[in-house]
């Protein structure tokens, strides 16, 4: 794949784009083509609409007879097997001292009362899962304007005054804790790295250690295998930034944002 995206392009994978099978170098061309690409982005909606609509009906019952059905559970189970051993043993081979080091980390990262300390996690699962945009836009108005009445709280997109950070769009999302809570996912782009924004409304969470104070902005910091989490509070909308860009920069953009 080149790392740039004409509308052929675009047009031709926009599949596997929509069904997340890119790795990361591919998802951020895509986004970026799909930002910029009025004509584009009405193909993706089109597609990711009949996609939604087909969805329903292929999960109706299967009708096969039992034993044609068995057949075809014994088949796929067969094709599967191999993949099913390679992802065990790549779990057996992770090594100790990388279970230490999360150890170390789950002590440093600070606890939030009233929500369990998953939200760290879901946002590191959720920025490697490369997930399509639902709504891809530069414009943050834009975007804003299509999360009104999707999520249960007044949505605002972080403006970062740093040029190099581009903003590709923004899907539904969830956050799992006690209680669980919606969210709005954001994609960026800052210049050949990804970064992501998990907005939620904040309220009745409590940070209970100290946090590293940017720009007035209490942060709260977490590193999970290269990938920084960093997380602050406005008002009652809470944002998680998440990318592999190096903490330091994570810390200067955020202490940046107006």
């Known amino acids: 794949m080149r790392d740039t995206v004409d509308c052929a392009d675009f047009r ?22 799909l930002a910029s690409c009025a004509g584009c982005r009405r193909h993706f909606e089109q597609q990711a609409w009949m ?73 590191v699962d959720q920025h490697t899962r490369e997930l399509p945009v639902e709504m891809p836009s530069p414009m943050e108005l834009e975007v804003e304007q299509w999360f009104e009445g999707k999520v249960p709280f007044e949505m605002a997109a972080p403006r970062f005054s740093d040029d190099r950070v581009m903003l590709l769009g923004g899907r539904l999302s969830w956050l799992g804790g006690e209680p669980s809570r919606p969210a709005a ?44 989490v960093a997380l602050f509070q406005r008002g009652s909308l809470a944002y998680a930034v998440t ?8 810390l200067e953009l955020i202490g940046k944002t107006l």
């Open 51 to 123: 996609k939604s609509a087909l969805r329903p009906a292929l999960k109706r019952p299967c009708r096969l007879p039992a034993a044609a059905r068995d057949r075809l559970h014994m088949k796929l189970r067969a094709a599967e097997r191999p993949a099913r051993i390679r992802r065990a043993a790549r779990r057996v081979a992770a090594p100790l001292s990388t279970l230490a080091a999360m150890g170390a980390i789950l002590l440093f990262v600070t606890p939030l009362t009233g929500f369990k300390p998953t939200v760290m996690a879901d946002a």
């Open 12 to 33: 031709q994978f926009i599949d596997p784009y929509l069904d997340g099978e890119f790795d990361l170098a591919e998802r951020a061309a895509f986004d970026a083509h």
């Open 243 to 250: 990318s592999d860009l190096p903490q330091e920069k994570m």
């Open 185 to 228: 996912y954001l994609v960026y782009g800052v210049g050949g790295h990804k970064m992501t924004v998990l907005v939620f409304d904040g309220s009745g969470i409590e940070f209970d250690a100290p946090a590293t104070e940017v720009a007035g902005k209490r942060v709260y910091l977490h590193d999970d295998r290269g990938v920084q």
